[in-house]
């Protein structure tokens, strides 16, 4: 089993910067992360492939970067220009590479941005 912890989670103010961590107990292949306001469902937010493309929701397009370390164990997301509306619980993903079926999920770490 794959273990996630995200880090990296606070206040901000709008147009403000945050960096979320996110540390796998293992290698694996795609990563990325997701976001989940107060009410509404979770979402995907950005996405980084086992070849390193990186996708992104169009809201974040251009203020979000996901990046992450060459043994794909860390995995970043620099939050710029953030907006009252990004203000989640975020929380980051991984598919193993045992089992590409499988997507494991970390504990999420706090995102809000106050206008």
């Known amino acids: 089993q794959v273990q996630l912890v995200e880090s990296g989670g606070g206040l901000v103010q709008a147009g403000g910067s945050l960096r979320l961590s996110c540390v796998a107990s293992?290698?694996?292949?795609?990563m990325g992360w997701g976001r989940q306001a107060p009410g509404k469902q979770r979402e995907l937010v950005a996405t980084?492939?086992?070849?390193?493309?990186?996708i992104y929701q169009d809201s974040v397009k251009g203020r979000f970067t996901i990046s992450r370390d060459s043994a794909k164990i860390t995995m970043y997301l620099q939050m710029n220009s953030l907006k009252p509306e990004d203000t989640a619980a975020y929380y980051c993903?991984?598919?193993?590479?045992?089992?590409?079926?499988?997507?494991?999920w970390g504990q999420g770490t706090q995102v809000t941005v106050s206008s």
């Open positions: 293992e290698s694996v292949l795609e």
């Open positions: 993903y991984a598919q193993s590479t045992r089992d590409v079926s499988k997507i494991y």
């Open positions: 980084i492939t086992s070849d390193n493309r990186a």
